[in-house]
């Protein structure tokens, strides 16, 4: 039993080894990805719940290696956080997205909100709503057109803090949604001094909701909480009709998932917008 314990140990080294290496890897070239143009942003589109018509996007960081390829955001964006490095690219995700949205409406798309996800580490930043702010000026997009994409575990770091920050954000018109909720836990009184918009029902609960039927509580249940809070549901990664019905059914007013449109390049999500609107 002893020797076995002992290989066990060797192996979780050996293990740990290999993903330290891989982090280093992946922060060694994270270094110069935004000077080599390898980042670029893919945008999905949400939608009523209805179906009627697209009510925005959300903006999705891609990596695109030129000797590795693609990168997962589940690989890099966690050591972009741990180094800091997530500060400079969210600050171009910030400034790209708003531009890119800019420029859609200016050849033509009715305005819609564009939705961009933001770190605890950008949130901690005293220059972070001064950051906001410069990108939408130096874009020219209205602050309304603007949502922050705030997870619910950031948010509960630091609750006092955050509700500062929170309110300037939402005294200058930009919309604050709460991502990946139900997968922390939220202070309900909390929750109720933030100036949200929306409330984003994570993936997890909606992956089998057909036949969880503590997923498919925990799904209601955040409706229910949110409007009787006056904010608004986004349920993500809505990939079947029947996942589509059950959430409809019960109030959740938007929707976004691989059932309606996978994330798009730029060219591909303005020729996606342009065609639902004119349907
Ligand atoms: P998230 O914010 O929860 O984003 C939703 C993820 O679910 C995206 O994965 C999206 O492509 C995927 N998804 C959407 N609909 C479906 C569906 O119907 N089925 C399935 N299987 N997946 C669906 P993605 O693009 O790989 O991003 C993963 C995570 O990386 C994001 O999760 C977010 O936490 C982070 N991330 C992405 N871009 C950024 C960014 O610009 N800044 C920061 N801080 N984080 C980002
Ligand atoms: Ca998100
Ligand atoms: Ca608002
Ligand atoms: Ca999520």
Redesign the pocket.
Known sequence: AKSAGRNNYQFFAADMNQIATERLDIERKLRHAISRNELALVY?PQFRADGSRPTGV????RWHHPVDGMI???RF?PVAEETGM?VEI?DW?MLTACREMKHWIDSGLPPLRVA????ARQLRRRDFCETVAGALAESGLPAELLEL?ITESSVMENPQEAIHILQRLGRMGISLAI??FGTGYSSLAYLKLFPIDHLKI??SFVRDIEHDLNDRAIAFGTIALAHSLGLNVIA????TEDQLELLRSNGCDEV????FS??LNNAGAFAFLHAAERA
């Open positions: 999905q959300e903006a999705l960081l997962s955001p589940d964006i997530i969210g995700v961009v996800n933001v770190s994409e991502d990946d994570d993936r993500e990664g809505v990939e976004q998932g691989y059932l996978k994330p």
